[in-house]
């Protein structure tokens, strides 16, 4: 990005917003920044650990006190360190590393908390209780050994809402980390957020809480959202350091209670919207799913977006990966683009596949392909961290060499066989091994012969369909869910910038609907349908404030006349019918 010119609307906006955040901090009152995409929400959070160190930093030093700030990935973790010089007077953190860094020190405590939890019942059941043993936290996963049990990710969140009414825990906290600043606050856990607005929100000894984030930019399930609290601040950056004004007009006529300034108003860009509406043809049903009604067949879907890329191209636009990412809001014409397209016809549902909730798909992708990475570039203890558990006795030449044979040909089989051939493979050799549950659930689909006539259960039908498809479906699966393809969803851009985006919105998803989306926009959400409302919201507004340069949409399923009435609105009469694919 040019450098902003000192009279950039962006920028007087932006110190505003920034010049209350800093009297906040003086004041030791809590806040929260409300800062748009594109608005310098992270620059807007060093500059407040910045003044922090500057201005409580001798204090804190007196009191062997620091500032904690919290993060969601680790990446974030190392872009806040890099920009405060890894300062020692800010831990920079995770949620989980800095939860698990307080109530790990209450070991009586959490004891009887975990002894209580159902996913803890089985493994302490079989080890005579939790006893005496210490409570750690390492890889995430759960287990239970002489002296110890480890925590899955989830325990230590739970056991942090557990402990946060305990006045020790909450003075301890206080004392040893007097300034809170927790970024994207609104992804932070539901009931970790709860247990803080209650307990420390208000609270007269501190901790000051500052929260940086974008409630209009929640998607993950169980996360917190909105904050209010009447002992919290709140503070609106209206300023877009990303897009074009033509870009941040449209964000503007669709949020406009948080208007944003551009950084040049000489950076037009474009923005512009498709329908398919004028299309003749008899749309999807939803039969076996209704997710699927009013959306254009598979191979018309594709013919739209082939046509409308090659508009793009005659406007100008460069469609190479580095300048351009194609949104996928629908799995319409994803799968087939992608490579996946047998996986995504045996599931009813795309977030079986997409979100892994089946258990084959999520041992695939979650285990096996990363465990095959790890072993392909000789990190054998990574893999065999993923493979579930400490590695097994591997000290004499036959151990290493069955274990790196069994790999090489199961690294080989992946490419060129099916996933029937890869699980018959494992199932054989035994390194790896799949899980019990999986083995289970393979023998089952496997031996079920069922009543003459009768139709197997799902599960078994699924598993045997699965068996017949090249698992090189499941390795572009994989690299799609992971975001290493010029397409991508929703959760792999969040954060990002492209210079142009082109979004392709249809059905598939069962929990979005956009033409219902636009709808309620008109004439606002029906009662008990808010969250599904918000969700199609923030989804929506996330991928059309990624581009810095051009936006396009193309609608794949059919909208309805107020639904387009808002998108002529929004776009100021940028929407048109998309062109209709060329008969060959």
Not at 95 to 109: E, K, M, N, T
Not at 113 to 129: F, H, R, S, T, Y
Not at 268 to 280: K, L, P, R, Y
Not at 545 to 560: D, G
């Amino acid at each position: 990005m040019s450098a902003v010119p000192e009279a950039s609307p962006a920028l007087i906006a932006a110190r505003e917003a920034e010049a209350l955040v800093a009297q906040s901090l003086q004041d030791h009152r809590n806040f929260l920044l409300e800062a748009g995409a594109g608005a310098g929400k992270t620059y807007s959070l060093v500059e407040a650990l910045k003044y922090l160190i500057e201005h409580e930093g001798p204090k804190l030093r007196r009191n062997h006190q620091r500032i904690a700030c919290i993060t969601y990935t680790n990446a974030a973790t190392a872009v806040i360190n890099s920009r405060i010089d890894s300062n020692p007077l800010v831990v920079v953190d995770t949620i989980h590393a800095f939860c698990w860094s307080l109530v790990r020190r209450f070991q009586p405590a959490l004891r009887p908390l975990i002894a209580v939890m159902l996913e803890w019942e089985e493994k302490l059941a079989e080890a005579d209780g939790i006893g005496s043993r210490i409570v750690e936290y390492e890889l995430g996963h759960r287990r239970v050994t002489a002296d110890a049990v480890t925590l899955h990710h989830d325990d230590v969140l739970r056991l942090m809402v557990s402990l946060l009414p305990n006045v020790k825990f909450q003075a301890l906290l206080a004392q040893q980390y007097p300034f809170v600043l927790i970024d994207e606050y609104q992804d932070t856990d539901a009931a970790v957020m709860t247990g803080m607005s209650k307990h420390l929100l208000g609270r007269a000894t501190g901790p000051m809480i500052g929260l940086f984030g974008d409630h209009w930019q929640r998607i993950y399930d169980k996360t917190c959202g909105h904050v209010t609290h009447e002992a919290l601040t709140e503070i609106g950056k209206k300023a877009n350091f990303r897009s074009a004004t033509r870009i941040v007009d449209v964000l503007n006529r669709m949020r406009p209670e948080l208007p944003q300034a551009v950084m040049d108003e000489g950076f037009v860009g474009s923005a512009m919207a498709f329908h398919t509406n004028a299309w003749q043809g008899e749309r999807r049903s939803g039969a076996g799913g209704g997710h699927w009604r009013g959306d254009l067949p598979a191979d018309v879907a594709h013919a739209y977006l082939a046509t409308l890329i090659k508009k793009l191209e005659g406007d100008g636009w460069d469609l190479t990966p580095p300048r351009t990412k194609v949104l996928m809001l629908t799995h319409n014409v994803l799968a087939s683009e992608q490579g996946y397209d047998s996986i995504s016809k045996i599931f009813s549902y795309t977030d079986q596949y997409i979100k892994k909730e089946d258990p084959l798909i999520a041992f695939f992708c979650d285990v096996l392909e990363p465990a095959c990475t790890a072993f392909h570039h000789k990190r054998f203890g990574e893999m065999f961290s993923l493979l579930g558990g400490p590695a097994p006795a591997v000290s004499s030449h036959a151990d290493k060499f069955a274990w790196s044979s069994s790999m090489d040909g199961l690294i080989r089989i992946r490419l060129d066989g099916t996933i029937g051939q890869v699980l018959d493979y494992m199932l054989k050799h035994a390194r790896p091994q799949l899980p019990d549950a999986l083995l289970d659930a393979v023998h089952e689909a496997d031996e079920w012969n069922g009543e003459e006539g009768g139709e197997p259960p799902r599960r078994v039908r699924q598993l045997r369909q699965l068996r017949d498809v090249p698992y090189k479906e499941v390795i572009a699966l994989d690299r799609f869910i992971d975001g290493h393809t010029p397409f991508a969803t929703k959760h792999s851009v969040k954060g990002d910038e492209f210079e142009n985006v082109l979004i392709v919105l249809g059905r598939g998803w069962n929990k979005y609907n956009f033409d219902q989306f636009l709808q309620w926009s008109a004439e606002g959400a029906p009662a008990g349908k808010q969250d599904a409302f918000e969700r199609n919201r923030n989804l929506f507004y996330v991928c059309c404030s990624r581009p810095t340069t051009r936006l396009a949409l193309i609608f794949t399923q059919e909208l309805s006349d107020a639904s387009l009435a808002v998108l002529d609105n929004w776009f100021d009469g940028a929407m048109e019918p998309a062109p209709a694919p060329q008969e060959d």
